[in-house]
């Protein structure tokens, strides 16, 4: 059985979580509570399963506008009233109304768990294997991992989600959430440190490149 390494609740109600996690047991899964959105690292991010229990229009919206910062939702679950009106943004996420089927939500955990899996590897940038989830790069052809920072993570997934390209003023607002009008010396320093560890030569691009002022990566 497929077990999820990193599955989180977030409860206001300690007795619906409590009554999870004797269900989830059952099916062999871990599952560990927290207090919020902020206290969950940025590293382990990307790598959960997040379930909400929502109980206000308010929060709901509060929790997007910090996945959207992270440019994911995918993994977010989110178990409320019908009465609560989901914005109208285009968001990829779950929505569960009270009250719950166990069923429902543990088939959907698996579901979401073999996306997850297989998107991890499903990038590739020459002989480099990218694992979106884990931020790092598999050497294909030694077996050497790369180890990536979380801004360079978000800079792949940010680039990749772009199909015609991304400009500095965009990088600069959607992965380092900075003014536009700021120097872009950083952002540069971070696209270069980014292509040694993509790139055979990274003084003569290939894969992570610059066409008409927008920045592109080639995959295969």
């Not at 073999?114 to 020459?126: A, D, P, Q």
């Not at 694992?131 to 050497?144: A, C, F, V, W, Y």
């Not at 500095?168 to 696209?191: F, G, P, R």
Request: hydrophobic share 35%; aromatic share 10%; proline share 2%.
């Amino acid at each position: 059985m497929t077990k999820v390494k990193n599955l989180v609740a977030i409860f206001k109600r300690n007795l619906l979580f409590f009554e999870l996690q004797k269900l989830f047991k059952k099916e062999g899964f871990k599952i560990n509570l927290k207090k919020d959105l902020k206290s969950i690292k940025k590293s382990n991010f990307q790598n959960s399963i997040l379930i909400f229990e929502i109980t206000s229009e308010n929060e709901l919206r509060n929790i997007l506008s910090l996945s959207k910062k992270n440019q994911n939702s995918s993994n977010f679950i989110f178990i409320m009233n019908e009465k609560i009106k989901p914005p109208t943004e285009s968001f990829n996420f779950k929505i569960l109304n009270q009250p719950i089927m166990f069923n429902d939500l543990l088939i959907y955990i698996k579901t979401l768990e073999t996306t997850l899996s297989k998107e991890k590897l499903n990038v590739k940038f020459g002989n480099k294997l990218y694992d979106r989830l884990n931020s790092k790069l598999i050497n294909s052809t030694s077996g050497d991992f790369i180890k990536l920072t979380d801004l360079e993570n978000k800079l792949i997934n940010f680039i990749l989600n772009k199909n015609d390209g991304c400009t500095k003023s965009e990088i600069l607002k959607n992965v380092w959430e900075h003014a536009v009008k700021l120097d872009t010396h950083t952002m540069e320093s971070l696209i270069y440190r980014l292509r040694k560890k993509i790139e055979d030569d990274p003084n003569q691009p290939r894969t992570l490149i610059q066409i008409n002022k927008k920045y592109y990566l080639n995959c295969g």
